[in-house]
């Protein structure tokens, strides 16, 4: 079977529900993962998604914050949602397809604006959000799974467009780069996006603190698809869409897609 996966942080599904449906005509991913869904569930606009063929969604929502979802073409069901770190929060959706491939969806907090758990409430949460994940992976090695989502961290030099000028910035500090290895290494994940564009400048977000954000080009790779060693020889045609970034009224993030053929 052979599919298209996006993942997208949509910053506010009802807001954009017109670039939401905007991209489903364009590029008909068969299955979109969305981050900051900002609703409750009963109020993602399902029957707009649905017209366009994508009758499946698997989610967790919270009103004004968070949320993720999983909306697809192809039947999908729930087989986990965890509150990692005991936040409260509605960051993680795992649905599986009746191939058998189990797709986590994740929104990792952001964690503030200063790299220090002592003075920043929201940056020691991150972490332990990671610390988390990566102790549910290392117990309960993932086979056949796909993970993707809005990661908060853009680990490699070359994911940013300063890695000395960002090495104290939060997304891209030595303690939370560490923190993902550690997630990825639990899950011997492997980064699919890097696997197909292994060299290179390649960003998935750009701040809205920048209205020159596409000629300045100070992005980041927040955005990830990885896939287990099971299935990661399946995932090819890797792409960031970043003209989706220039969409009017658009989110400050790009989806970023690949596809399998499992």
Known sequence: MSFTLATWNINSVRLREPLVAQLMREETPDVLCLQECKSPVDKIPRETFAELGYTHMVARGQKGYNGVAILSKLPIKEVDAFDFADLGHARHIA????????????????????????????FGQKLDYLTDMRDHFANNAPQKSILVGDLNIAPREDDVWSHKQLLKVVSHTPIEVDHLNDVMEAGKWVDITRQDIPEGPLYSWW?????????SDKGRRLDHVWATPDI???????????????????????????????
């Open 95 to 122: 649905g599986q397809l009746e191939n058998g491939v189990t797709i986590h969806n994740f929104y990792v907090p952001a964690g503030g604006d200063k790299a220090d758990r002592e003075v920043n409430e929201k």
């Open 207 to 215: 701040s809205y603190r920048s209205p020159n954000w596409d000629d």
């Open 232 to 262: 990661s020889n399946a995932g090819h045609n890797s792409r960031v869409l970043r003209h989706v970034r220039g969409y009017e009224k658009p989110s400050d993030h790009a989806p970023v897609f690949a596809e399998f053929d499992v």
